[in-house]
């Protein structure tokens, strides 16, 4: 056998540049990209141009200006005298707020709503199929004002606040609670819970690695919680245990003190927790169902307990199916919180649409909120993709 | 990154596409003349000022002011189409050239002549900011509203006067911002906020015309601001602001020369030479315009002088009952001043 045999293509019957299907490719290629690329430019320009003629004016300078409006909710402090910028960091840092808070709320609800779709109990079952059902079929814009009208009209004006807890308060400016005054034990309790959080994941791995050896378990559940809530205590302890506490006191026409959560921003978490659980349990069961039937029969054969088999065997599994879609229910929470505009809530949309019209540069102003967007929902699908490549099926 | 790539493209495009609309606006008064109506932007719904009725006929002061426009180019009140816009919407329906004039109850502001491109026509209503309250609360004055919580629509100058009002008085407040404008109502009947704040005869529409007992609610005696509401155009259009100035000049002067629409066609045969220079008895005044001569004796006939629509609207034959007060004749103390017609 020789290897000269190979087919090698003859060199003498050249074709003309422009007839051979590799160069047309990338020609072409070249010749959309460019002319979108022209498109693009041509209209930017002629959009500047305009507002040129018709004396708008253009930039970014105003982020510096003073803002003059003022926020009803704030993470950070802000009054009317700060930058538009500043403004534009209070409206992030409330749809962060939302967004993240949602996604967890969704998830968890979402879980057991997917597990109580597949439950053997005829009326669990039932029960969180109307559940999906009802709240998926109902645009989410008026799931939003019915909670915000619940929350608002059930509840009483704050100087006949309910009172279901010493010095927590609910009346329809909010659910208001004390919180503890921020001392140095505060902060020494935060790193020793972290460094019960590290603990337990060593632990962890060395439980894992000598259970593989040996076949003994371990406590991790029980050991864990102990760590990770234990360690605080004990440095609450010894820090002296301060008591003192910020009350809200209802003060004039509100109450001073104290932390809240608004009816709007509680409307908006709740809708869109409420809303996008539906979805998820949907995902949930979804995935469970993929895993075929045969895994749960081998674990139970193994002997293995139905939690355990649905915690080793069967969610592992069903994670490889969940995970791409949930990603898509993760930028929906986030790209729905601007629905908070309707109901008051001072979220990005509703910082960026009161700037645009005190400065009246409406393009800039979009074209920030749509990059904030962007950049928040491209970081979830980064997240979840790593996620999902990290529990993808592992090839030996 | 494809994806990225293309959703900025797609984005340009949008707002490229939105404001290179406006290019097409040379001319409004021709372009006007050409499709044969005038296009007015109007409020989604403020009493007196500009609300559709159920068969969707809008009524109000702004309303009327656009019909006089019609009037004054077409003879026809009849030639309108009304859009109505909300408070952030309405800057880009002017600036992108999907409106004509903006006669919808907005401040005359520097940053919005400077920075918006928009000239401001003469003020057709005077106005202020101020706050409406619950009898109940018992407050006499918006100073004792120490720790409100208010509620205010986005996007007007209504906002930045409330944060100015509190931060020179040293009050603290929280806001809560609603935008539209039945949801902002609603939120202040059901007791989500203390006050209500917007201009006061806004006020007196919201208190007559949505609360469920008007006589529970009480306006504010204190005026916060300064509020010329006023109609707009697009800056660089002189000859069509030219129209738009004069036609409300022309219902001022009618209402100080006694002309009104019962008595106009027995004012033809005036001898008052300012009279007959209004009406178009000795031409001249359209022609300088590029209108009709009939440009004056048509808003006045078919619309009526500046004091018949404020009564009819907001004053004293309409639910509003506001007062003349400072929208009265400058010969009777007002500030309304009628520039020379001649």
Known sequence: ?396 | MATLKLMGIAAATGLAAMVAAGSASAGTLDTVKGKGMITCGVSTGVAGFSIADSTGKYTGIDADTCRAYAAAIFGDVNKVKFVPATAQQRFTLLQSGEIDVLTRNTTRTLTREADLGLSFAPVNFYDGQGFMVAKALNVKSAKELKGATVCVQPGTTTELNLADFFRSNKIDFKPVVIEKLDEVENAFFSGRCDAYTTDRSGLASTRISKAPKPDDYVVLPDVISKEPLAPAVRRGDDEWYTVIEWVQYAMLEAEERGITSKNVDDMLKSDDPNVKRLLGVTPGMGKSLHLDEKWAYNAIKLVGNYGETFDRNVGKDSALKLERGVNELWTKGGLMYGMPVR
Not at chain 1, 79 to 88: C, G, I, K, L, N
């Open chain 1, 1 to 396: 056998m020789t290897t000269d045999a190979v087919y090698k293509p003859a060199e003498t019957s050249k074709v003309a540049f422009y007839r051979d299907p590799r160069i047309r490719a990338i020609f072409f290629q070249v010749v959309v990209v460019g002319a979108v690329v022209a498109l693009a430019v041509f209209l930017v320009n002629n959009t500047l141009v305009n507002m040129a003629r018709q004396g708008i004016a253009t930039g970014f300078g105003f982020l510096d200006k003073e803002s003059s409006f003022a926020i009803g909710e704030s993470l950070i402090a802000y009054d009317p005298s700060d930058t538009y910028r500043r403004a534009f960091v209070v409206g992030l840092l409330n749809t962060l707020s939302v967004a993240i808070t949602g996604i967890v709320f969704a998830t968890i609800l979402g879980v057991f709503v997917g597990i109580a779709r597949l439950s053997t109990n005829w009326l669990i079952r039932k029960l969180a199929q109307v559940y999906v059902e009802f709240l998926r079929n109902i645009p989410l814009l008026l799931q939003l004002f019915v909670w915000w009208d619940l929350l608002r009209v059930s509840a009483p004006g704050p100087r006949q606040a309910w009172q279901p807890l010493p010095d927590v308060f609910v009346s329809n400016r909010g659910l208001l609670y004390p919180v503890p005054v921020w001392t140095e034990v505060h902060a020494w309790m935060g790193i020793a819970s972290l460094v019960g959080i590290v603990g337990t994941y060593i632990l962890g791995k060395w439980a894992k690695a000598r259970q593989a050896q040996t076949g003994q378990q371990f406590p991790l559940l029980k050991v864990g919680l102990g760590l990770i809530l234990g360690l605080p205590l004990l440095v609450y302890l010894a820090g002296g245990a301060p008591t003192e506490l910020n009350k809200p006191v209802l003060s004039g026409f509100n109450f001073v003190g104290g932390h809240g959560v608004s009816p709007e921003f509680a409307a908006l978490l709740i809708g869109l927790s409420v809303y996008t659980s539906a979805y998820i349990g949907e995902i949930v069961r979804s995935g469970i169902q993929a895993v075929n039937w045969g895994q749960s029969e081998a674990a139970a054969a193994l002997g293995l307990s139905k939690a355990r088999s649905l915690r080793l065997v069967v969610l592992p599994q069903a994670l490889r199916v969940i995970v791409p879609p949930m990603t898509s229910q993760y930028l929906n929470i986030t790209k729905n919180s601007s629905l908070a505009v309707a109901i008051g809530f001072p979220d990005l949309v509703s910082i960026g649409n009161t700037s645009l019209n005190q400065t009246g540069q409406a393009v800039e102003v979009i074209a920030m909120v749509m990059a904030v967007y962007l950049i928040i929902s491209l970081s979830i699908s980064l997240f979840m993709n790593w996620y999902n490549s990290a529990i993808a099926l592992q090839t030996r």
